[in-house]
């Protein structure tokens, strides 16, 4: 029987103390892969959001389980990631209208997209959070039920849910973090702000494993 040596032992410690950052780095990248189809966006976000808040659960598979969400539940989620989509165009056009448009039509311009802004990032990131926290067959009610239910549950912490993100935003927008954790930290402290895990374990105790494809009948 092999005998454990000091040396041994600490690189044993040293590799399940490096386990959690590494599924931190490849839920990441699965979410980057994901954003970068469009349609991808919202299960990308809750796939890695489903990594990172339940790491005891996912470590094992941190790439594979984002990128096996958007393949089973993109057509669920599209209309999610198209709003997500149209949300950042206007946050886009809501800065520009602050930087160069004439002060008159500033207001106007401001009064009207912040408020249409703040809504649509709180429903978007409660609805990452309910899909992150359902299981992978839950129906596109079940979602927007659960939804429904984090923002009465929460109502103060989800009126400040846009705050929160753009306290977030040099994670995401700066190069060095977005390679490494941009949205996978930024989904781990959505994931807290909701109380993901939590719901999962009541929604999901025993999630069963992301369908492949199926095997080849033999002859």
């Known amino acids: 029987m092999a005998l454990s040596t000091p040396a041994s032992s600490r690189s044993s410690r040293l590799l399940v103390a490096l386990r959690k950052p590494a599924a931190f780095f490849a839920s990441n990248w699965a979410a980057l892969l994901a954003v970068a189809t469009i349609v991808g966006v919202g299960p990308g976000l809750a796939g890695v959001m489903r990594v990172v808040s339940d790491l005891d659960r996912y470590e094992e598979e941190p790439f594979m389980t984002p990128l096996g969400q958007v393949r089973v539940t993109w057509r669920r989620d599209l209309p999610v990631s198209l709003l997500l989509v149209v949300v950042l165009g ?22 009207f997209l912040v408020p249409v802004v703040w809504a649509a990032c709180i429903f978007v990131a409660a609805y990452v959070a309910a899909a992150s926290a359902q299981p992978l067959n839950a129906s596109r009610h079940d979602v927007l039920g659960l939804t429904a239910l984090l923002l009465m549950r929460r109502p103060v912490r989800s009126l400040l849910t846009p705050l ?44 069963d494993p992301i369908p492949g494809p199926s095997p080849v009948p033999r002859r």
């Open 90 to 111: 206007l946050g886009a056009l809501n800065t520009y209208a602050v930087t160069r448009v004439e002060v008159g039509m500033r207001v106007a311009v401001v009064g």
């Open 164 to 207: 929160f993100l753009v306290a977030l935003a040099p994670v995401v927008v700066l190069p060095p973090l977005t390679v490494a954790v941009g949205l996978s930290l930024p989904a781990w402290f959505m994931g807290e702000w909701f109380g993901v895990a939590a719901w999962r374990r009541q929604l999901d105790p025993d999630p």
